[in-house]
């Protein structure tokens, strides 16, 4: 039997005391060499110019040789215009990769001691950058397709409140209080519908290596928007697996080879028809919601999958590859409009159901 990914020699490369020693320069090179993958030369941000630009040492910035504007490792990425020390951006960034079910403000805010709004921030951008660097292009082959409820759950009163019998139907009016069966779904319940496209391919040492990428999108209902987001996200032809949800019916009519698995009988068919990487990837997206975020509200809740998403991808990656593929997303993605003076009252407006891109 293979060993477990992550207690193999290969997958801790490099961990959080190899930072304990690091000055501030040595951090700074060390973004550096992560962004531009070079030790000595540079991309301008403004201009655009690959060069051995001029080094401000005391400054730990550039002067570009073409445009003379001055500029730093985190210019023009969602990092940018921060006030952090380096070595504090460097040991974020690992403490999010190292934490594999999410990490929460507050417990950032105790490992680098800063604000807790700092500490908030920080992830935000983190987790927008996974976001719109979340690739969108059409899964195909394997995909298996599965939907979970999040969110708008009510919560219990301070009173058990009296019946109106004239209300409720008669099969119900010998309870003593009203079930949760019997309750509308709160407005701000949604419905995050992930696609997981897996590799069937046998491995050398058994096994096989499961799910290579992953796509979310948040709905209100599965009947009426499940199949134009499968349409979308999935390749017409794929051998797509699903449960026995009704919504699921139409795809074998449009293009799709439609798999089946029942399952309030079996996780999986004789045929070995299952949704098991759909269901690894909830089975992390709950473990977060309820032992780290504790609430997640639909405004923000495509940046919280999209991260879970990113972790279930990266899963066999180490750390040092996971970090240098955070740092990378951060510096792909410009300014962030939604999470700039987020503290003077700048919010995103409305929720994203969608991965938008950049």
């Not at 005391?58 to 990425?77: A, D, E, N, P």
């Not at 979970?148 to 008669?170: D, I, N, Q, T, Y």
């Not at 997640?296 to 879970?308: A, H």
């Amino acid at each position: 039997m293979a060993a477990y990914f992550w207690l193999k020699k290969e997958a801790l490369t490099t961990s959080m005391s190899d930072l304990d020693g690091l000055s501030e320069a040595q951090a700074h090179a060390f973004l550096a060499g992560m962004r531009w993958q070079s030790t000595d030369h540079q991309v301008c941000p403004d201009c655009g110019a690959h060069d051995k630009h001029y080094f401000r040492s005391s400054r730990l910035q550039w002067s570009c040789k073409h445009c003379f504007k001055t500029f730093s490792v985190t210019s023009g990425t969602a990092f940018h215009g921060h006030k952090l020390k380096y070595h504090v951006l460097l040991k974020a960034l690992f403490y999010f990769a190292i934490n594999q079910k999410g990490l929460s403000a507050l417990a950032l805010r105790r490992y680098l001691g800063v604000q807790y709004r700092t500490a908030y921030l920080l992830m935000h951008k983190i987790r927008e950058a996974i976001m719109l660097n979340t690739e969108v292009k059409p899964l195909s082959g394997h995909v298996e397709i599965d939907g979970g409820h999040f969110s708008g759950k009510k919560r219990k009163p301070r009173k058990v409140a009296e019946k109106e019998l004239p209300k409720l139907a008669k099969k119900y009016q010998h309870r003593d209080k009203v079930g949760p069966a019997e309750n509308p779904f709160h407005e701000n319940r949604r419905i995050i519908i992930v696609f997981r496209e897996c590799d069937t391919r046998p491995l050398d040492k058994g096994g096989r290596p499961g799910a290579i990428r992953t796509i979310t999108a948040i709905c209100n209902a599965e009947d009426s928007q499940v199949v134009p987001l499968v349409e979308k996200y999935v390749k017409k032809g794929s051998k797509v697996y699903t449960d026995e949800l009704p919504a699921y019916r139409r795809l074998q009519y449009i293009g799709f080879s439609h798999e089946t698995v029942n399952h309030s009988r079996e996780f999986s068919t004789d045929a070995g028809v299952n949704q098991n990487q759909a269901e690894s990837y909830f089975s992390r997206l709950r473990r977060a919601f309820i032992g780290v975020f504790h609430r997640i509200t639909p405004r923000y809740m495509l940046d919280y999958s999209c991260e879970m998403s990113w972790r279930e991808d990266m899963r066999r990656t180490d750390l040092l590859g996971q970090v240098t593929d955070l740092f990378y997303k951060v510096t792909n993605t410009p300014h962030s409009k939604d999470w700039r003076n987020y503290v003077r009252g700048n919010k995103r407006e409305g929720e994203l159901r969608t991965i938008p891109g950049l």
